[in-house]
């Protein structure tokens, strides 16, 4: 399963603390039991939350462990979050997140049913839990200089990597 979190901040100048913190917290999260990948992104796509982490995790099990709990969420800046950027949802469709290198983008779709893309091949999630924000999430990873990564538009973003992906072996 994919689990997807999506956030931005109302005070763009701690924006380079923020990610300081967030680079810290995927490293903890990759410590929790059934959590096995997690990479973060940036947007500048407009109408999209600006920043997405994506994991890989065993089930939805995962969140109700009491390690998960003790360590999950946005501690400190959850008030410091956006409410229209702040999103949370487990996608099934996945065993495994892909991980995105430095050269591609990660071209993410929201739509009520799976839907073509002009110039991008979809992967297609079904949503399966928490937010469920959208019902159908297409995910693609593309090279970040071929004809997909002009995708932005309408309910498709295109999200550069900006942590290494992290998984477990």
């Known amino acids: 399963m994919i689990f997807m979190s999506q956030s931005g901040l109302i005070d763009a100048g701690r924006e380079k603390e923020w990610d300081a913190w967030y680079v810290e917290h995927l490293r903890i999260m990759m410590t929790v039991p059934g959590i096995s ?22 089930s939805a099990a995962v969140f109700e ?31 495994q997140a892909p991980d995105v290198a430095e050269d591609c983008v990660l071209i993410v779709a929201d739509h009520d049913r799976p839907a073509e893309v002009p110039g991008v091949a979809l992967i297609w999630l079904k949503c399966a839990g928490i937010d469920r924000s959208t019902p159908y999430r297409g995910i693609a990873v593309v090279k970040s200089d071929g004809a997909g990564a002009g995708a932005a538009r309408g309910n498709t973003a295109v999200y550069r990597p900006v942590t290494v992906g992290a998984t477990q072996r």
């Open 37 to 58: 990948s997690a990479q973060r992104f940036k947007t500048d796509s407009p109408g999209h939350s600006p920043s997405l982490a994506m994991y890989t995790i065993a």
């Open 65 to 95: 462990d009491p390690y998960y709990q003790s360590v999950r969420g946005m501690g400190d800046w959850l008030p410091l979050i956006r409410k229209q950027h702040y999103r949370r949802n487990l996608f099934e469709g996945l065993d």
